[in-house]
């Protein structure tokens, strides 16, 4: 017997019982009440007084069955509505139909009133039974438990703003939640009542409701809205002193399973009112393609790596394989999956993607169907004053790789690049453009596998992402850094970021530069503007913002196609196609000459990094520094 089974028995039946037990009771009540109203209470002929209670069994094997039929015994009461409400009033009527029937047939005579009176009886004390605790339990929370709750301003008077009255209105005590006003943009809404609870505003009366009802927290209960409208609605709740909650998501609620919506609410983050909207992908497509299938992350430890093995995991792959340099990111990352997969096969290996021997070792024993490449040096800054290291890691890693999965007939191989392979101006991005360039090679001489890159920007809480950076000099007490007032970013949520990885991956036909539609770019000094009011401070008041300039290989404007490359549509419309570009013939004979020299650690590596990859431009000041040092 599994656990579900026992806990349905446990929890189930006793309530089950009860109400059986009630129902014997409202139907043997109504039967002689009937009769008695009937008569006026007067003198009841004892033909009608026997007959109300002599078939007592049969009629209550009647209202039994019709009961089950109308699920009045495994509705959730708790949560009952109209729906509730109107089964009961068609199962108490067809129960009667059937009592009033059997005893016609059988010259069981009642008065005709009778019936009529029982069914008002049975309709009503039914439902008394049924709603009758949640009433005074609404009644109780309300009006005496006022002191020990913590006064809530919700913001959405939509399907969801009215999930979460119902559920707060059932558990106050619980939550320990006391909403005191609605508000919400629509007019047509303003004034009218949620379950009891007033709409008094809009978005931009939410600082005066906080102060006229003492409001300690907020909540917004706004799944499907924008982020551009939450940006609004948490600049307005930033004037106030409350802590701010959100819904994120009507269909994480779905997902999950969970009975009540509260659940699901949780503290303001970010990435609710940074970036670009969610796009949404073929959830469905992708575990198709991932189900029952050996695959291979590399860099499986990192922020993008560790979500793709969090997403390849629920997909139920036959073997998961995490590959990784760094082992305590490679083991965090084992042991989540460990404890949230319990039956997933999870393969965890140390090792450097520069070592080709050791990467021949996984490839041979496991022989993997897709390989999801994520393992990089990434930080610009860094890279430029060590671009030998960039080439070994990136470059030479990508080779091996490409190698193997050509060796061992890998069906789908997906490089994780970036916008700033798109005109580089600094070694890393030029890196990831010869990563590219690798992968379309390979492609074009290979038919068992299918070699692709996906391209986009800067991702949220990403390790080294600025966003952190900002975050630890706001709690810091700041001065927040911004190097230009102009300059600006594409940004996107890392999860987002790995499902367009995995949607990519079953686009993929070989050779594609997949791109994100990211929207528009993100001024980084309108970004770190917001953070700071995230954290609950006026910027350049509480916390400064200090302009520091350039750093050396970074550009005010991110690309994110080079023009040359045009644009192809995919499925999703968010999701474009660069196609192949024409790699000169003398590719693999100039990346083997940058690979030695790299290992020999030369100085003008940039130069040749330059010589194959056209549209780099050298950063000369970052040139000097490097050689400086």
Same mark, same amino acid.
């Given at each position: ?95 009667? $139909? %059937?009592?009033?029937?059997? +005893?016609?047939?059988?010259? /069981?005579?009642?008065?005709? =009133?009778? @019936? #009529? ?115 609004? $609605? %948490?600049?307005?709740?930033? +004037?106030?002193?409350?802590? /701010?909650?959100?819904?994120? =998501?009507? @269909? #994480? ?377």
């Amino acid at each position: 017997m599994t656990k579900k089974v026992k806990g349905i028995i446990r929890n189930k039946i006793p309530n089950i019982f009860l109400f059986i037990l009630i129902d014997l009771f409202v139907l043997l009540f109504s039967s002689i009440f009937a009769v008695w109203i009937r008569f006026d209470f007067g003198t009841v002929p004892e033909k009608y007084l026997v007959g109300s209670y002599q078939y007592l069994a049969i009629d209550f094997i009647i209202v039994l069955i019709t009961f089950l039929l109308f699920r009045l015994y495994t509705s959730m009461w708790k949560y009952a509505s109209v729906i509730e409400l109107i089964n009961i009033i068609m199962g108490c009527t067809f129960a009667e $139909i %059937v009592m009033y029937i059997y +005893k016609h047939i059988f010259n /069981i005579n009642m008065p005709r =009133s009778y @019936y #009529l009176i029982q069914i008002f009886l049975l309709i009503t004390l039914t439902c008394f039974s049924r709603l009758g605790y949640r009433m005074l339990r609404t009644i109780y929370i309300n009006y005496n438990n006022k002191k020990n709750t913590t006064n809530t301003i919700l913001v959405g008077a939509g399907e969801a703003g009215r999930l979460i009255i119902d559920e707060i209105n059932n558990n106050g005590s619980v939550f320990d939640t006391r909403l005191v006003c609605v508000v919400d943009d629509d007019k047509s809404k303003i004034g009218s009542y949620i379950k009891g609870i007033k709409v008094e505003g809009s978005i931009k009366d939410i600082s005066y409701l906080a102060n006229k009802y003492k409001a300690k927290s907020i909540i917004i209960a706004i799944p499907s809205v924008s982020k551009k409208k939450i940006d609004k $609605i %948490v600049t307005e709740c930033h +004037k106030t002193n409350c802590d /701010i909650k959100i819904l994120p =998501s009507i @269909y #994480l609620s779905m997902k999950d399973n969970r009975p009540n919506i509260v659940s699901q609410i949780r503290p303001l983050s970010y990435e609710d009112f940074l970036g670009r909207d969610q796009i949404v992908v073929d959830d469905i497509e992708i575990n198709n393609s991932l189900k029952n299938k050996i695959i291979l992350v590399t860099g499986g430890g990192g922020s993008i790596g560790s979500e793709l093995c969090r997403q390849i995991a629920s997909s139920n792959p036959k073997s998961l394989i995490i590959f990784d340099i760094y082992e305590n990111n490679a083991y965090d990352i084992e042991q989540e999956l460990l404890r949230n997969f319990p039956t997933i096969n999870l393969h965890t290996i140390i090792g450097s993607i520069r070592d080709y021997d050791r990467l021949e070792q996984v490839f041979k024993k496991y022989k993997p169907d897709y390989v999801y490449h994520a393992a990089a040096h990434k930080h610009v800054p860094l890279m430029e004053f060590s671009p030998n290291e960039v080439i070994k890691n990136n470059v030479l890693g990508t080779l091996n790789l490409c190698k193997l999965a050509s060796i061992y007939k890998t069906k789908k191989f997906v490089l994780i690049s970036t916008d700033k392979a798109v005109r580089p101006t600094n070694i890393m991005g030029a890196s990831k453009r010869i990563c590219e360039m690798i992968i379309q090679s390979f492609d074009k001489k290979n038919k068992n596998t299918d070699y692709v890159a996906v391209r986009f920007g800067n991702v949220l809480g990403s390790n080294g992402s600025v966003i952190n950076l900002f975050l630890k000099q706001i709690d810091s007490g700041g001065p927040v850094t911004v190097t230009s007032k102009e300059i600006t970013r594409y940004f996107m949520t890392i999860p987002e970021a790995v499902s367009l990885v995995l949607q990519a991956g079953c686009f993929a036909k070989g050779g594609e530069i997949f791109v994100l539609d990211m929207g528009k770019p993100v001024k980084i000094y309108d970004l770190a503007c917001k953070l700071i009011r995230y954290k609950g401070y006026i910027p350049n008041k509480d916390i400064s913002i200090k302009i520091i300039g350039l750093r050396p290989g970074e550009k005010l404007y991110e690309e994110r196609l080079m023009a040359e490359e045009g644009l192809e549509r995919t499925p999703n419309k968010l999701i474009n196609i660069g196609k192949p570009l024409n790699i000169p013939k003398s590719f693999f004979k100039d990346l083997d000459n940058l690979i030695k020299s790299a290992n020999q650690n030369v100085d003008n590596i940039k130069e040749l990094v330059a010589s194959i990859v056209t549209t780099y431009k050298i950063d000369k000041e970052s040139g000097h520094k490097n050689e400086r040092d």
